[in-house]
């Protein structure tokens, strides 16, 4: 199983940096980081995922596997979603690497996991998010719950991430 990581320049990229620890345990991962996502990466001193040793694909690398569908992924996760992602994909543009690798994921109905962060949610966000649940994607809100008292803030992160891993093994698998 080989898995897309996508890293987008929305708040949380410690969400990013637990799941590949987790995930890289489960199966392959490769990843793609959008420019402003490297910024935030570094902003909030996550940037050692980029040195994490798993294949890092250029942004604006079209013939890297990821942006064609004869190449076999088991799907991808994008953690976090900026809502720029997140409206770009919904529209179709393909102007990235990242965007084109999720485009690939719902014309080849391959799972892809989108994790919004942020808030409040405008009325554009919440029918880009309605749009592409209906074209097959999955959004798992990076919302993380409390009610196993997380000692810290990795504990609480995972709580996302255990969910999105599960999701993505599950759908995967069937
Ligand atoms: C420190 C920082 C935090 C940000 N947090 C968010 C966020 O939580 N959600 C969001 O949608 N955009 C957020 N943004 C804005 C995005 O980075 C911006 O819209 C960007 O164009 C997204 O590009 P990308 O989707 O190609 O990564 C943030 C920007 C910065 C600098």
């Known amino acids: ?100 690798a999720a485009d690939v994921c719902l014309k080849e109905n391959r799972p892809l996991i989108l994790s919004p962060r942020e808030m409040p949610l405008s009325e554009i966000h919440l029918e880009n998010m309605l749009k592409l649940k209906r074209a097959g994607a999955t959004i798992v809100p990076a919302s993380p719950h409390f009610y196993k008292h997380p000692k810290n803030i990795e504990e609480l992160v995972d709580t996302v991430v255990e969910r999105i891993l599960y999701h993505h093994l599950t759908i995967a698998s069937e």
């Open 1 to 100: 199983m080989k898995l897309i990581l996508g890293i987008t320049g929305a708040s949380g990229s410690i969400y990013a940096k637990r799941f590949l620890l987790h995930a890289k345990e489960r199966c392959e991962v490769e990843l793609i980081v959008s420019k402003n996502g490297e910024a935030v990466l570094k902003h909030e001193n996550c940037e050692d995922i980029l040195q994490s040793g798993v294949k890092i694909h250029k942004i604006d690398d079209f013939f890297a596997p990821p942006a064609t569908g004869s190449s076999h992924y088991s799907g991808m996760v994008i953690l976090p979603c900026s809502m720029g992602t997140l409206g770009r994909i919904t529209a179709g543009t393909s102007d990235n690497l990242l965007i084109r």
